[in-house]
């Protein structure tokens, strides 16, 4: 055993963390702990070899995730207004891996919060990270045969709230441009005609900023929100947000939010802002992400 083997594995151990979690804060902190224990270990002098580092790494954060995501989720039931998951900065090549993309999604994620911590974390690691259910089995401290009725039960959870539509990169990255024109040069028309009907937009100040306490249903609430909201000088930079394309809000030359969208059939039907500056942290630097 050595330090290399938490290095190599680094990247991958945040991303199990971050997609339990929601948080790259409380992702952070998980490493943290799994650092100084595998620390701790090292230097046991009597310590017997790990057989296989990455899979006790990957069930130590499991472990650490877990105990906080149980804390996390009865902090979240007084939070101010909606949750919304905390958006990392990555670079476009995050979009290249299209099952990693899907998992850090700020859809997915709000449907990985549907679930109970356990389902939530035997679904990621058997379907984002392919772990093997024995190891998964270990991790959550469940037998094998749970843990198998767990990952179904978490899988027909998941399928029935998950988007159904699958849209290009190209049609997305066209429709995200027609919301930043559209709302930057204050084109209603257009930025109508890119909203869905059924429209659903949430916004996160978590009680710190401004924002809407609940969900706002509807093209026609959902514009006029936006209309009140924004003044005339933003500006909408695009950035590239939990793999795919988002926008950064600037107003005055300072960071003011960040706007990630879920787009099926052409249009904007799910539209996700987050203003609370204790989440706009990690859209500072890429962020690297990993499934192997």
């Given at each position: 055993m050595s330090a290399d083997h938490f290095i190599a594995h680094r990247n991958l151990l945040f991303t199990v963390s971050y997609e339990m979690l929601g948080s790259a804060a409380d992702a952070e902190d998980v490493l943290q702990e799994v650092w100084l224990r595998w620390a701790d270990r090292l230097r046991q002098e009597d310590a017997t070899e790990v057989r296989d580092p990455r899979a006790y790494l990957v069930r130590m954060a499991t472990r650490l995730s877990l105990n906080r995501l149980r804390t996390l989720s009865r902090r979240r039931e007084d939070y101010v207004g909606p949750w919304l998951p905390e958006p990392l900065l990555t670079s476009p090549d995050v979009a290249l891996d299209v099952e990693l993309a899907d998992s850090v999604s700020t859809a997915m994620l709000l449907v990985l919060e549907t679930l109970p911590p356990t389902e939530r974390?035997?679904?990621?690691?058997?379907?984002?990270?392919?772990?093997?259910?024995?190891?998964?089995?270990e991790a959550v401290e469940k037998s094998e045969p749970a843990v198998r009725q767990i990952a179904s039960r978490a899988r027909?959870?998941?399928?029935?709230?998950?988007?159904?539509?699958?849209v290009s990169r190209a049609e997305c990255d066209a429709v995200i441009e027609r919301f930043r024109a559209a709302t930057?040069?204050?084109?209603?028309?257009?930025?109508?005609?890119?909203?869905?009907?059924?429209?659903?937009?949430?916004?996160?100040?978590g009680g710190k900023v401004q924002a809407a306490l609940r969900p706002i249903h509807g093209r026609d609430k959902v514009l006029r929100f936006l209309t009140a909201v924004t003044p005339v000088a933003i500006e909408l930079q695009r950035v590239w947000l939990n793999g795919s394309?988002?926008?950064?809000?600037?107003?005055?030359?300072?960071?003011?939010?960040?706007?990630?969208?879920?787009v099926e059939d052409g249009v904007v039907t799910r539209l996700y802002l987050v203003r609370n500056p204790d989440k706009l942290?990690?859209?500072l630097a890429p962020v690297d992400l990993a499934r192997l």
């Open positions: 974390a035997v679904f990621v690691l058997r379907e984002v990270f392919d772990v093997p259910y024995d190891e998964i089995a027909a959870h998941v399928a029935e709230r998950r988007p159904r539509a699958s930057e040069s204050g084109d209603l028309q257009g930025l109508m005609d890119v909203l869905a009907p059924d429209i659903v937009l949430m916004t996160d100040g394309p988002a926008i950064q809000f600037v107003i005055g030359g300072r960071r003011d939010g960040v706007g990630t969208m879920l942290g990690s859209v």
